[in-house]
Antibody, heavy 123, light 107 residues
């Protein structure tokens, strides 16, 4: 059973960098059949896709966040990570990591999610 | 970016009712659409992908239809476990985008 678990500080000061890690169990971040995504949800609002990283290190970011986002992969720990710089109160949200699976050449959506972690930006 | 618009924003229905949620895309996304259920305080759960394919383990009372710009999610007979917010998501082009959500309450 694939499980994802987010970890990181729950409180970040304005202008600093938000850093989160997603640990994967029951699956491998080295799999070529999966993309590893980050999604966030501000309190009471909808979902926003942040970006993905592939096993070979390829990334794709949401242009609205691209200048501030970096995704990375640690195959030895079976983890992937998110860094979001120069945060403001607008970055306060529940952050989810999620696995996207591919089957027969097309995506089957975000089929496994972490439980989510609330990150608050405040001084 | 492709804008996704869901309707209604909220609905209340009784157990056993047939419920339909609509999702419209601002441009054609073919069949590259997924639906998720999100219970309060929980992560979204994938229900349907490629507009109409039921994810493994999802009850058959859920179904999806549509292509191009208009899509529907139908619950054929609403159950107490079906409360929560339903989100559509397009994966036709990046950045992936979600609808604003439809909150379903059980009367």
């Amino acid at each position: 059973q694939v499980q994802l678990q987010e970890s990181g500080p729950g409180l970040v000061k304005p202008s600093e960098t938000l850093s989160l890690t997603c640990t994967v169990s029951g699956g491998s971040v080295s799999s070529g059949n999966n993309y590893w995504n980050w999604i966030r949800q501000p309190p009471g609002k909808g979902l926003e896709w942040i970006g993905y990283i592939y096993y070979n290190g390829n990334t794709k970011y949401n242009p609205s966040l691209k200048s501030r986002v970096t995704l990375s992969l640690d195959k030895s720990k079976n983890q992937f990570s998110l860094k979001l710089g120069s945060v403001t109160a607008a970055d306060t949200a529940v952050y989810y990591c999620a696995r996207e699976s591919y089957m027969m050449g097309s995506t089957v959506g975000l089929d496994h999610w972490g439980q989510g972690t609330l990150v608050t930006v405040s001084s | 970016d492709i804008q996704m618009t869901q309707s209604p924003s909220t609905l209340s229905a009784s157990v056993g009712d047939r419920v339909t949620i609509t999702c419209r895309a601002s441009q054609s996304i073919s069949s590259w659409l997924a639906w998720y259920q999100q219970r309060p305080g929980k992560a979204p759960n994938l229900l349907i992908y490629k507009a109409s394919t039921l994810q493994s383990g999802v009850p058959s009372r859920f179904s999806g239809r549509g292509s191009g710009t208009e899509f529907t999610l139908t619950i054929s007979s609403l159950q107490p476990d079906d409360f929560g917010t339903y989100h559509c998501q397009q994966y036709s082009s990046y950045p992936w985008t979600f609808g604003q959500g439809t909150k379903v309450a059980i009367k």
